[in-house]
């Protein structure tokens, strides 16, 4: 368990030992909220990150053509991202808003970095929302298999199909809206131009470098500072970085039909979520998750709270942090046949910090700040694919890479199906 996790339960206790005791403690503020979002990534999508995507965009036809003769993507690329976000119900004094955050060195991405606030009538970039298919999701011809569930055959009653023939496309939204409300997901509340009197957030339009190298960490001191928010000075250890990244032990496809992933434990991992996405010919996709409960791929947000976690793992909606298997059914397998893509998540739950600290009630708890760290690792492929055989490169460091021509159909020898 983080510290900051610890800290925040004592606090909770505290809190309900003073009220059953009839003690009243008056609360006020925070003036400040500062919330930091973690994220590590592994397997595919860090390879394409390497292959030069900036900003979320997909990498560039010429970079993969690059990335391909050059012998492929290193399958065992990790990234770090961070989203910082600074709420205050103050103002600033004059002229215009202005705060950063004087980061440690061991973060690897300067000294400082500027929160700056969103230009008047912008749209939020950090704003969350329900859990939903993604705006850029276009509803597929044809029909929709939806399965769930680890285990080597797929319970009665599956799959679930939506046949898009008979449904408009907001009758398809609304049943791909049902299975995400099913998990009863309340999202979290960071700070917001539209929650706060004055935001400010990094990375932005501004940012020459947001992308954290590999070594990058979130250890050290941390100060954040500006003219519409009280002073922010704490500090994170190493229970408080970045979680590490998944590394998964298996990804086969089994002589029954089914396919495992197994990984190794995640050092502070609450959780686990995997998702699968498949299709079989132009007019039919395939949709599993390993919730024992009907759901969809897209029911979960990046991030959950630890009430939330604790919620899902005893719904079996998320893996347990003591699970490190689970097997796709036959089922699944055989209906995406090569073209099963798959993601897995570790949730890393949050620390909590805040100033000063709680004293003993009766006495007022004016809370001039507090700061929340979240944390999430994911790792992705395809299904049954060794990622070491990608874009050329041997698994054994000891035998040199096999060279692949590259073609601009496949330009990275077999990452793309």
């Known amino acids: ?45 860090a390879m394409m990150s390497g292959l030069g995507a900036q900003g979320g965009k997909r990498p560039s036809l010429g970079a993969m053509l690059s990335m391909g003769m050059n012998g492929g993507p290193d399958p065992n690329a990790v990234n770090h991202s ?23 060195a061991t973060l690897g991405v300067g000294a400082v970095l500027p929160l700056l606030s969103p230009q008047p009538q912008a749209q939020p970039t950090h704003e969350e929302s329900a859990p939903a298919p993604p705006p850029q ?16 055959h797929a319970p009665q009653g599956q799959p679930l199909v939506i046949d898009f023939s008979q449904l408009d496309q907001a009758g398809a939204a609304q ?69 590490p990244p998944i590394q998964l032990t298996t990804n086969a496809r089994n002589a029954s039909g ?43 947000p990046e991030y959950l709270s630890n009430g939330e976690i604790a919620r899902l793992v005893g719904a079996r909606a998320l893996m347990a942090p003591a699970q490190t298997t689970c097997v796709v059914p036959q089922e699944v397998v ?11 998540a570790a949730y890393g739950g949050e620390t909590n910090v805040s100033w000063p600290p709680r ?9 001039a700040w507090q700061v929340k760290v979240r944390y999430r690792s994911t790792t992705s492929g395809i299904l049954g694919m060794d990622m070491s055989r990608m874009g050329g490169r041997s698994p054994d460091p000891g035998q040199p890479p096999k060279k692949k021509r590259p073609s601009l159909f496949n330009p990275l020898g077999g990452i793309i199906p």
Request: glycine share 12%; aromatic share 10%; proline share 8%.
């Open 175 to 243: 049943r791909f809206a049902g299975l995400a409300r099913g998990m009863a997901v309340t999202p979290m509340q960071p700070p917001s131009p539209t929650r706060n009197a004055t935001y400010g957030e990094w990375p932005n339009r501004d940012a020459r470098q947001f992308a954290i190298p590999a070594n990058g960490s979130l250890q050290g001191d941390h100060f954040v500072h500006g003219n519409y928010s009280p002073d922010i000075k704490f500090s994170l250890t190493a229970e408080q970085d970045f979680l």
């Open 1 to 45: 368990m983080k510290i900051g996790q610890m800290l925040l339960s004592a606090g909770a206790a505290a809190t309900l030992t003073a009220s059953s005791a009839g003690a009243a403690q008056p609360v006020t503020g925070p003036i400040a909220t500062y919330w930091m979002s973690a994220s590590t990534t592994s397997g595919m999508g």
């Open 334 to 344: 055989s209906a995406a046949g090569s073209t099963g893509f798959f993601q897995l």
């Open 258 to 300: 089914s396919a495992t992933l197994a990984w190794r434990p995640v050092d502070g991992a609450q959780s686990y979520f995997a998702t699968m996405f498949g299709a079989s010919g132009r007019d039919q996709m395939v949709m599993w998750t390993s919730s024992a409960n009907q759901t969809s791929a897209f029911a979960l």
């Open 137 to 152: 999701y276009r509803q597929p011809h044809g029909r929709m298999l939806i399965f769930w569930g680890c285990g080597e």
């Open 82 to 104: 961070l989203i910082l976000q600074l709420g205050s119900s103050h103002r600033p004094g004059g002229g215009g808003p202005s705060a950063e955050h004087d980061a440690p």
């Open 359 to 367: 004293p003993p009630a009766p006495k007022a708890w004016n809370i």
